[in-house]
């Protein structure tokens, strides 16, 4: 259980970037944040992760308070894929990159191995793993992201825009990929993201804008609320946008096969 409480953070004295906002997120859960650019999603991820410090309010996770005596412990409990692929690779190869956080775990070399192989094949990219960063492109390097941070086997994964770079076929491949592990392992997943489309298949999506929470609730009951999207900034994909067209429309609306036919291809997506 993920417990924020009346949270406020500022880079500096000009502009709170987060605005005190105040949300839950259940353990086991797959919840969507959103936001348009600059909205303070990142920031947040940061908060959770204790790489910045809040100005006042709480994060509480798995019973521990956020602060310096409990913070190690807590980052053993969060990983996180962060937005630019670029600043995480640390490895030389692929192979030692996914490796990174497991040597650090002082895990047996035999189980290395085998999570490492495990999870590249996973992502996609089991025959990468003697490449070296600056042979892939960004989708990959985001990939081995991904798989690096979930062969950590933390209760808790943050992935901050972490399909930002993979073409429509990744994107749902990585979607799909999370739905499993939510279901299987029981991982928290929180993916930050602006694509309504990729949040509409989380158990919960939260909706910030400039530091606040302007919306949250189930996908597929907040998604229909067109003000709210508007006033998100959210690009809405053009499947949700026939979709609310019809319900706007006396007669199309009545249609209850059409309605439900483009409901299935929304969720599709
Ligand atoms: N290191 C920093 N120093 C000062 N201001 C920052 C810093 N990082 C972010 N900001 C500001 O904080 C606000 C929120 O940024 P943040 O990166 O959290 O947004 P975001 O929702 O993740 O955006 P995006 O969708 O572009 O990734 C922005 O106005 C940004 O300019
Ligand atoms: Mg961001």
Do not use: C
């Amino acid at each position: 259980m993920i417990k924020v409480e009346n949270l406020k953070f500022q880079y500096d004295d000009k502009k709170e970037v987060i605005q005190d906002i105040s949300f839950s997120i259940p353990k086991g859960s797959w919840v969507s944040i959103l936001g348009h650019n600059g909205s303070g999603k990142s920031t947040l991820a940061k908060l959770l992760i204790g790489l910045v410090k809040a100005e006042s309010g709480t994060i509480e996770i798995d019973g521990l308070l956020m602060n310096e005596e409990n913070i190690n412990e807590i980052r053993k409990k969060v990983g996180i894929v962060f937005q630019n692929p670029d600043n995480q690779f640390v490895g030389v190869t692929v192979r030692h990159d996914i490796a990174f956080g497991l040597e650090n775990l002082r895990l047996p070399q035999e189980e290395i191995k085998k999570r490492v192989e495990h999870y590249a094949k996973l992502v996609g990219m089991g025959e990468y793993l003697y490449k070296e960063p600056q042979q892939l492109s960004g989708g990959q390097k985001q990939r081995v992201a991904i798989a690096g941070a979930l062969a950590m086997h933390k209760d808790i994964i943050i992935f901050d825009e972490a399909t930002s770079m993979l073409d429509p076929e990744g994107v749902r491949e990585v979607s799909q990929l999370i739905k499993q592990l939510n279901e299987t392992t029981k991982q928290t997943i929180i993916t930050i993201t602006h694509d309504l489309d990729f949040a509409l298949k989380s158990d919960y999506a939260i909706i910030l804008k400039e530091g606040q929470i302007i919306g949250e609730g189930k996908p597929e009951e907040l998604f229909l609320n067109e003000e709210l999207l508007k006033s998100s900034n959210l690009t809405i994909p053009e499947g949700l946008r026939v979709y609310l067209d019809v319900l706007n429309d006396e007669k199309l609306k009545e249609n209850k096969r059409l309605v439900d036919e483009l409901w299935t291809f929304n969720l599709k997506m």
